[in-house]
């Protein structure tokens, strides 16, 4: 069975830094298009960065170019996403999420896989 579990959450103040992790178990995704999500209170679940399993293209939502940084370790079998001078903003409970075929999307449908998703809240 596969399962994706996030970390690396939690409280950071405005302009601070954190990195989140996903590792998982069942499965190997070195071969899989892997992204993050994002969702807000009352909001809808939004993209924040994906990549790609062929030659690791990187895609990223505008609110967040040049701040975060999603990137991935086959060898570990786990996605990273360094989330450089956080505002207020970005919080949200973020979660990864790997698709079964294909390419790196920004539609959450194209998903088959997700982790519960861990909480970041940046105070201002």
């Known amino acids: 069975q596969v399962q994706l579990v996030e970390s690396g959450g939690g409280l950071v103040q405005a302009g601070g830094s954190l990195r989140l992790s996903c590792g998982n178990s069942g499965h190997t995704f070195s071969r899989n298009a892997m992204a993050w999500f994002r969702q807000a209170p009352g909001k809808e679940r939004e993209f924040v960065a994906s990549i790609g399993w062929i030659g690791g293209s990187t895609y990223y939502a505008e609110s967040v170019k040049g701040r975060f940084t999603i990137s991935k370790d086959n060898a570990k079998n786990t996605l990273y996403l360094q989330m450089n001078s956080l505002e207020p903003e970005d919080t949200a409970v973020y979660y990864c999420?790997?698709?079964?075929?294909?390419?790196?999307?920004?539609?959450?449908?194209?998903?088959?896989?997700w982790g519960q998703g861990t909480q970041v809240t940046v105070s201002s």
């Open positions: 999420a790997a698709r079964l075929q294909g390419p790196a999307s920004a539609t959450p449908s194209r998903y088959v896989y």
